[in-house]
Every structure is written in structure tokens, then in C-alpha cells.
């Protein structure tokens, strides 16, 4: 089992940066893919960013391109998400998920953190 604990969700006003936090713990040597996904109420749940563990790539979401920069610290089993120019748009629930597949490939997503707010007020 792998266990993700997330941080660094807030309020913040349009325009402005958060930074998230994914900190892995149990069997991380069997993950290949992290990265982060997120909802907004009334809609699906979204793929943002992705990382391989190995960190040699990477994937975003047209929506976050040029904006969001996922990165990973294998020493300390963390992924990150560093959000600028924040729009009210981002508003959602961010979530960090891992899996043993690639996060954009993989039929069912293997683990997840419990969420954090992002909340972007215009």
C-alpha cells in the first residue's frame, strides 16, 4: 500500500501562486506515475499534471500549460505543484494520485490522497 498526504491548499486572489505538496509513504518503489487531478463541483474529475517517478517526463493539461510546473523529490517521496497566475477557474479540490501504470494511461488509478481545497477568488 501506498499512502499520499497532500498540502499547501488555500485562498488565494486571482493572479496569485499556491504550491501543493504530495508526500508519499508505504510502497512508493512501486509507483512509476504521480501527479495530480482535480474537481470542481457539478464537474469531473480532471487530470492536471503528471510526473514519472523517474522524473524524466511529464504531462499538463492544455488548461495549465505555461502556468503549473509539477516537479518530484525522489529523496523525500514528495511531488509538487506549483500553481501562478491563478485564475478563479482553478477553483476545485486538488487531488495527488499515484500509480504503478503511467497516470495517463492506467485504467483505474491506483491511490489517492484525501484532497485540498484551492479556492481562487476573482
Known amino acids: 500500500q501506498v499512502q499520499l498526504v497532500e498540502s499547501g491548499g488555500g485562498l488565494v486572489q486571482a493572479g496569485g501562486s499556491l504550491r501543493l505538496s504530495c508526500a508519499a509513504s508505504?510502497?512508493?518503489?512501486?509507483?512509476?506515475?504521480m501527479g495530480w487531478f482535480r474537481q470542481a463541483p457539478g464537474k469531473e474529475r480532471e487530470i492536471v499534471a503528471a510526473i514519472s517517478w523517474s522524473g524524466g517526463s511529464t504531462y499538463y493539461a492544455d488548461s495549465v500549460k505555461g502556468r503549473f510546473t509539477i516537479s518530484r523529490d525522489s529523496t523525500k517521496k514528495t511531488v509538487y505543484l506549483q500553481m501562478n497566475t491563478l485564475k478563479p477557474d482553478d477553483s476545485a479540490v486538488y487531488y495527488c494520485?499515484?500509480?504503478?501504470?503511467?497516470?495517463?494511461?492506467?485504467?483505474?488509478?491506483?491511490?489517492w490522497g484525501q484532497g485540498t481545497q484551492v479556492t481562487v477568488s476573482s
Open positions: 494520485a499515484a500509480d504503478r501504470d503511467s497516470l495517463l494511461t492506467t485504467t483505474r488509478i491506483d491511490y
Open positions: 508505504g510502497r512508493t518503489f512501486s509507483i512509476y506515475g
